[in-house]
């Protein structure tokens, strides 16, 4: 595993959001229908990016605009931490006594347990355990 490719990934992997808008995950894969329709339209959107810039520059940024199987590993990692932070947010409204994210937290909370990625589960034993800490706690 490469970190800097992972981290340098990780900065693009929204970058057809630019194009799209920021469809919440609910929306985005609340059926295999519009889950695939979606992954079309960033797809093309990636694309389109990615043909926007000048020809000199394409080689070096194809493979962080058009998926590449080589990249899988990391991409993965990627999506992970992008799940990660969706369920940290939940923690952090929760903690802050907003309950209308406590729906959203399970669901994040199954879905980051269930991934089979080492990192993942060492984030979640290690870190996680003091978002839910306050300030006071932290010392």
Not at 14 to 27: F, I, K, M, Q, R
Not at 36 to 47: D, P, Q, V
Not at 62 to 80: G, P, S, Y
Not at 121 to 130: A, G, K, Q
Request: glycine residues 4%; aromatic residues 10%; proline residues 6%.
């Amino acid at each position: 595993m490469n970190p800097e490719r992972t981290a340098v990934l990780a900065l693009y992997h929204d970058a057809s959001e630019v194009l799209t808008g920021d469809l919440p995950a609910p929306v985005k894969y609340f059926n295999p229908e519009i889950k695939t329709a979606y992954k079309a339209i960033e797809a093309g959107a990636a694309a389109k990016l990615f043909h926007m810039l000048p020809a000199v520059l394409q080689p070096d940024y194809q493979a962080l605009f058009l998926a590449d199987d080589a990249d899988r590993v990391h991409r993965d990692l990627v999506t992970a931490a992008d799940k990660l932070c969706a369920y940290l947010k939940c923690l952090e409204e929760m903690g802050a006594g907003n309950p209308e994210f406590s729906k959203a937290e399970k669901a994040l909370k199954a879905s980051v347990e269930g991934l089979d990625l080492p990192e993942v589960r060492y984030f979640l034993d290690t870190f996680v355990p003091s978002f839910r800490l306050t300030l006071d706690e932290l010392e």
